[in-house]
């Protein structure tokens, strides 16, 4: 039951927008949704963000990140399981995002649950090709995709990790040059698990 649970949980609840559930409709899993704003919103100036990127570090889901100030949080919580979206636009270049799946110590996020959930994704239309990666002493998997979106950000860069309880996705999607910045490539390489 945990496991049909979870499938259903990750693919409707954190890759699809997390839809009405956040947004104040029902939550599909029955329990309440709660939307939780730890900043301000980013200044949508014609300022660049991209040398603006500062350590940030999430305890409760035990990772840390560079990313620009100004993030929001969005939870979704039932079932056991906890989800964690932190979402900040870098005006105009793209968005970078990054989602904890948390659920119970005993569930089993797999590898081909990862793959399958980055498959299902609505926002994307095609995927480009995917590597390995390593990520501490854990193994992850990269993603280039092109998204359904308008040109020219219409595409992305995904990393997924699962470590036990948890598992990680990160996203930058926006324009070509902008995801081959160095503010995107430090937002992924400074990606740390924090240990239990």
Request: with cysteine.
């Amino acid at each position: 039951m945990i496991r049909s649970g979870l499938i259903i949980f990750v693919q409707t609840m954190v890759l699809c927008g997390m839809g009405p559930a956040i947004a104040g409709g029902k939550s599909p899993l029955g329990s309440s949704s709660n939307k939780i704003r730890i900043a301000a919103e980013p200044d949508k100036s014609t300022k660049s963000s991209l040398s603006k990127l500062q350590k940030a570090t999430f305890a409760e889901d035990h990772f840390s990140v560079m990313m620009p100030p100004g993030y929001e949080t969005k939870v979704q919580t039932g079932n056991e399981q906890r989800v964690a979206i932190y979402t900040i636009e870098d005006y105009p270049h793209g968005t970078y995002e990054i989602t904890c799946n948390t659920a119970p110590q005993h569930s089993a996020f797999s590898p081909l649950l990862l793959k399958k959930t980055i498959e299902s994704r609505k926002d994307i239309k095609t995927v480009n090709n995917s590597q390995p990666i390593k990520i501490g002493d854990f193994t992850g998997t990269s993603w280039d995709v092109t998204l359904q979106a308008p040109s020219p950000h219409d595409s992305g860069k995904i990393i997924g990790v699962i470590t036990g309880p948890r598992m990680y996705v990160l996203t930058a999607s926006g324009t070509k040059p902008w995801l081959g910045s160095a503010a995107v490539t430090e937002f992924f390489q400074s990606f740390e698990l924090i240990p239990d």
